[in-house]
């Protein structure tokens, strides 16, 4: 996992945002090296962890649904307790950590496909318009 120096004054972090965002999907080893990370820090501080990004419309919100998901949560609650607590979460990598944590249960085909439709049927009920969220963000930065 990259570190970055969080004590640089006015840190640009476009160029590492750019090198690390996957576009629509994120990779099973995205999701599991941080999991494990966040198991670990739980484990010896029995603290909160905070999950964040560039602008928290995407990644973020993606790793709190693995997180949740790792932790027993189904797929609809954990979608719902993201979008209460940040409503412009787009959650863009939702179906690949949704492949992730299938595929590290084991789960049979069907209970993935099954979980799929599910959760492509909640973004059908629950447009979030990410694009312009984006904009405002970058408006008010």
Do not use: K
């Amino acid at each position: 996992m990259d570190t970055i120096d969080l004590h640089t004054p006015a840190r640009n972090d476009e160029a590492f945002v750019e090198a690390h965002d996957a576009g629509g999907s994120q990779d099973a080893e995205w999701f599991e090296e941080t999991v494990r990370a966040v198991r670990a820090a739980r484990s010896s501080t029995g603290g909160a962890v905070m999950v964040h990004c560039h602008m928290g419309i995407n990644r973020a919100p993606s790793m709190a649904f693995a997180l949740l998901l790792d932790q027993g949560w189904a797929p609809l609650d954990a979608l719902d307790a993201i979008l209460e607590a940040r409503p412009i979460a787009a959650i863009a990598y939702a179906e690949s950590a949704l492949r992730w944590h299938h595929g590290r249960l084991g789960s049979d085909p069907a209970d993935l496909n099954r979980d799929l439709d599910l959760v492509r049927d909640w973004f059908v009920h629950n447009d979030v318009d990410a694009a312009r969220s984006i904009g405002r963000i970058r408006q008010a930065g």
